[in-house]
Nanobody, 124 residues
Framework: QVQLVESGGGLVQAGGSLRLSCAAS????????VGWFRRAPGKDREFVAS????????YVSDSGKGRFTVSRDNAKNMVYLQMNSLKPEDTAVYLC?????????????????WGQGTQVTVSS
């Protein structure tokens, strides 16, 4: 069992940056792959980025490529999403999710555990 808590969201102007954090509790978190998703009002969850258990393999969606970076610190049970050059269309609730086995995934059903999310609002 893993519990996930996101933080670091807020209000930022277009072009600004935010660093989201996902804190995990529970044993063996270092064996979990983690994904970041976002949910804009009236829309389904959208894949943003993922990172494998060791941090050696990362993937960022086309919408975030060149602007977003995902990383993790297994010693601290933390996963991060660095977001630069933010745009108003990045406004959403950002959620982290974890899966115990297998490779990272890009759809919500690939993941077993979810946090509550942190709100990111980008003003124009």
């Amino acid at each position: 069992q893993v519990q996930l808590v996101e933080s670091g969201g807020g209000l930022v102007q277009a072009g600004g940056s935010l660093r989201l954090s996902c804190a995990a509790s529970g044993r063996s978190f270092s064996s979990y792959a983690v994904g970041w998703f976002r949910r804009a009002p009236g829309k389904d969850r959208e894949f943003v980025a993922s990172i494998n258990w060791a941090g050696g393999s990362t993937y960022v969606s086309d919408s975030g490529k060149g602007r977003f970076t995902v990383s993790r610190d297994n010693a601290k049970n933390m996963v991060y999403l660095q977001m630069n050059s933010l745009k108003p269309e990045d406004t959403a609730v950002y959620l982290c999710a974890a899966k115990r086995f297998g490779p990272t995934g890009q759809v919500p059903s690939d993941y077993d555990y979810w946090g509550q999310g942190t709100q990111v609002t980008v003003s124009s």
